[in-house]
């Protein structure tokens, strides 16, 4: 879904004013769907400004026309905006999170929320015994699934003003819809079958299911997948270039630098395929899960089987064991493997970002860049600095949210409702530190003299290979004579080769040591590399693609 095509008549697709009217912001808030009606700054002892915001409509002018006034009084008062905003999501970032705000943002939640009083109001008009809402005409179904096909940012905000007397967001939605409704011949007749025998609850927790589904199958995991994707070019591409390895920061048998990108990819592989098995879980049995009130108004009905093929029907597998709320145990663990997928993606940022450190990377230059404010010569690694603070931040808030949201106060407490309208800062920094890694990988050249330099010093690493093979025929303390050979020692290509020529080896033995070299002693690192298609698809089950 486009996000511009969704929330209409509002395109967000076009540059984020430096100052935008409210009602837009609200539709586009990830840092909590929770927008208030102003931002407030109150400065002391300094001058104080009320800035008013004129939209410019012109088609040159990309930013807000600012009028800046004095306050009456010692505040400053601005409307929210790219500039004014708390969160960096709904400002500085917001070109590179905006596709979450059609599913994360207050705007989906009630969008969600109408989907879902709808399609039960439509199910009880499917059941025969439920002869007070009798089966709507075509053109009925039609007029209510238009409801939520053309539900839009006008709408929303008439939810809101409503909600404002209410002091109910979801009761809001349940009179907007009868007053939307109240006009129509055949559906006034059974306005308060909407939100029949249902708690707040049973619509929140399928709303927030349907969220949760919808961005991670729309923006979460096709953007993985192209990081995955990604990562599998390098590794594919550098399958056969040769790298010396460090274990504890100090050189180490040599690999490939393919290979060591066919870890990440694999590993990141893995994390991805446990997040799309996990299974979205919903509830629809009413105050305390016990369909109490439903069996009173029709006791012959079989609730259990008609909310489960309800809570089905939306695409969501249906939790029977519930008290007011479903138990959130499979967000928890959504969560838990979106963390791991970006702790993976920590190891990768902060191991390229080394790499490029040693100079084995140069990142391509981009005109009228700056490094440093003072250092003229600085190209700094700062995507993948991105990737990995974003992936900090992200993890801090899901990890909250997968422990706090498990729990609640025998059967059913308040405080997941504040925690869940925070979904969207755990994804939204997800996604930014997955585009950030793929923005730095695509500035990526390796440097191959930097690799082969590297090497060319650390002959010191065949010590491995001549005292395996030594073993092999029974020279004794061939660990120790290596060790005193190279530990601490300069080492160069003809103190190996004297050491192997006096080796009582066999000549063929022999010769394959005097082969070796540190560019050439890699195992089967190239091979490992070249297979990780075939690997990623097993653990995929589909070739993964930009």
């Given at each position: 879904?486009?996000?511009?095509?969704?929330?209409?008549?509002?395109?967000?697709?076009?540059?984020?004013?430096?100052?935008?009217?409210?009602?837009?912001?609200?539709?586009?808030?990830?840092?909590?769907?929770?927008?208030?009606?102003?931002?407030?700054?109150?400065?002391?002892?300094?001058?104080?400004?009320?800035?008013?915001?004129?939209?410019?409509?012109?088609?040159?002018?990309?930013?807000?026309?600012?009028?800046?006034?004095?306050?009456?009084?010692?505040?400053?008062?601005?409307?929210?905006?790219?500039?004014?905003?708390?969160?960096?999501?709904?400002?500085?970032?917001?070109?590179?999170?905006?596709?979450?705000?059609?599913?994360?943002?207050?705007?989906?939640?009630?969008?969600?929320?109408?989907?879902?009083?709808?399609?039960?109001?439509?199910?009880?008009?499917?059941?025969?015994?439920?002869?007070?809402?009798?089966?709507?005409?075509?053109?009925?179904?039609?007029?209510?699934?238009?409801?939520?096909?053309?539900?839009?940012?006008?709408?929303?905000?008439?939810?809101?003003?409503?909600?404002?007397?209410?002091?109910?967001?979801?009761?809001?939605?349940?009179?907007?819809?009868?007053?939307?409704?109240?006009?129509?011949?055949?559906?006034?007749?059974?306005?308060?079958?909407?939100?029949?025998?249902?708690?707040?609850?049973?619509?929140?927790?399928?709303?927030?299911?349907?969220?949760?589904?919808?961005?991670?199958?729309?923006?979460?995991?096709?953007?993985?997948?192209?990081?995955?994707?990604?990562?599998?070019?390098?590794?594919?591409?550098?399958?056969?270039?040769?790298?010396?390895?460090?274990?504890?920061?100090?050189?180490?048998?040599?690999?490939?630098?393919?290979?060591?990108?066919?870890?990440?990819?694999?590993?990141?592989?893995?994390?991805?395929?446990?997040l799309a098995q996990v299974e979205i879980l919903g509830k629809f049995a009413g105050a305390v899960g016990n369909y109490n009130a439903h069996l009173v108004a029709?006791?012959?009905?079989?609730?259990?089987?008609?909310?489960?093929?309800?809570?089905?029907?939306?695409?969501?597998?249906?939790?029977?064991?519930?008290?007011?709320?479903?138990?959130?145990?499979?967000?928890?663990r959504l969560f838990n493997t979106i963390i791991q997928f970006n702790n993976i993606l920590v190891d990768f940022d902060r191991d390229v970002w080394g790499y490029?450190?040693?100079?084995?990377?140069?990142?391509?230059?981009?005109?009228?860049?700056?490094?440093?404010?003072?250092?003229?010569?600085?190209?700094?690694?700062?995507?993948?600095?991105?990737?990995?603070?974003?992936?900090?931040?992200?993890?801090?808030?899901?990890?909250?949210?997968?422990?706090?949201?498990?729990?609640?106060?025998?059967?059913?407490?308040?405080?997941?409702?504040?925690?869940?309208?925070?979904?969207?800062?755990?994804?939204?920094?997800?996604?930014?530190?997955?585009?950030?890694?793929?923005?730095?990988?695509?500035?990526?050249?390796?440097?191959?003299?930097?690799?082969?330099?590297?090497?060319?010093?650390?002959?010191?690493?065949?010590?491995?290979?001549?005292?395996?093979?030594?073993?092999?025929?029974?020279?004794?303390?061939?660990?120790?004579?290596?060790?005193?050979?190279?530990?601490?020692?300069?080492?160069?290509?003809?103190?190996?080769?004297?050491?192997?020529?006096?080796?009582?080896?066999?000549?063929?033995?022999?010769?394959?040591?005097?082969?070796?070299?540190?560019?050439?002693?890699?195992?089967?690192?190239?091979?490992?590399?070249?297979?990780?298609?075939?690997?990623?698809?097993?653990?995929?089950?589909?070739?993964?693609?930009?």
């Amino acid at each position: 879904m486009e996000l511009g095509a969704s929330i209409k008549g509002l395109n967000l697709n076009a540059t984020t004013p430096y100052l935008t009217p409210l009602n837009h912001i609200q539709s586009r808030n990830l840092c909590s769907n929770r927008a208030s009606s102003y931002t407030s700054f109150r400065a002391n002892r300094r001058p104080v400004w009320t800035a008013s915001v004129k939209e410019n409509i012109r088609a040159t002018e990309s930013v807000s026309e600012v009028k800046m006034v004095p306050a009456a009084d010692n505040s400053l008062d601005v409307e929210l905006s790219s500039l004014t905003a708390l969160c960096p999501l709904d400002g500085r970032y917001w070109a590179k999170v905006k596709d979450l705000a059609p599913f994360m943002s207050e705007f989906g939640l009630i969008k969600y929320r109408v989907l879902v009083e709808i399609r039960w109001l439509l199910k009880l008009s499917q059941m025969s015994q439920v002869p007070e809402v009798p089966s709507f005409s075509g053109e009925a179904e039609s007029y209510l699934e238009n409801i939520i096909d053309q539900f839009n940012i006008n709408d929303a905000l008439e939810v809101k003003k409503i909600e404002r007397v209410t002091n109910h967001d979801v009761k809001a939605v349940e009179y907007f819809l009868k007053q939307r409704c109240q006009s129509h011949p055949e559906i006034s007749k059974v306005l308060e079958f909407f939100h029949f025998a249902c708690t707040s609850e049973d619509i929140n927790n399928l709303a927030h299911a349907l969220m949760l589904k919808e961005a991670l199958d729309n923006v979460i995991l096709p953007v993985m997948d192209k990081l995955i994707a990604a990562i599998c070019d390098m590794a594919t591409a550098n399958a056969s270039i040769p790298m010396l390895s460090r274990t504890h920061g100090q050189p180490a048998s040599p690999t490939t630098l393919g290979k060591e990108m066919a870890i990440f990819a694999y590993r990141l592989s893995r994390e991805r395929k446990e997040l799309a098995q996990v299974e979205i879980l919903g509830k629809f049995a009413g105050a305390v899960g016990n369909y109490n009130a439903h069996l009173v108004a029709y006791p012959e009905v079989n609730w259990p089987q008609i909310a489960e093929d309800f809570v089905t029907s939306l695409g969501i597998s249906f939790n029977p064991y519930v008290t007011q709320i479903e138990p959130h145990d499979y967000m928890a663990r959504l969560f838990n493997t979106i963390i791991q997928f970006n702790n993976i993606l920590v190891d990768f940022d902060r191991d390229v970002w080394g790499y490029i450190s040693l100079g084995h990377f140069k990142q391509t230059l981009k005109a009228g860049e700056i490094g440093s404010s003072t250092m003229p010569h600085k190209v700094n690694p700062i995507d993948f600095e991105n990737s990995e603070g974003n992936c900090g931040i992200a993890n801090g808030d899901l990890s909250h949210l997968s422990t706090k949201l498990p729990i609640s106060r025998w059967q059913r407490d308040l405080t997941d409702s504040t925690v869940l309208r925070n979904m969207g800062v755990g994804l939204g920094h997800s996604l930014l530190a997955y585009k950030s890694a793929i923005q730095g990988i695509s500035k990526l050249q390796v440097n191959e003299a930097s690799l082969t330099a590297d090497l060319d010093q650390s002959w010191e690493v065949l010590a491995e290979p001549i005292q395996t093979v030594m073993r092999r025929y029974g020279v004794p303390e061939p660990y120790e004579k290596l060790k005193e050979l190279t530990r601490g020692r300069t080492v160069t290509k003809e103190n190996i080769k004297k050491f192997i020529e006096g080796l009582d080896i066999p000549i063929e033995a022999k010769t394959i040591l005097l082969d070796l070299t540190p560019h050439t002693y890699v195992g089967a690192a190239v091979e490992l590399a070249k297979n990780l298609d075939t690997v990623t698809n097993l653990v995929n089950g589909a070739k993964v693609v930009l």
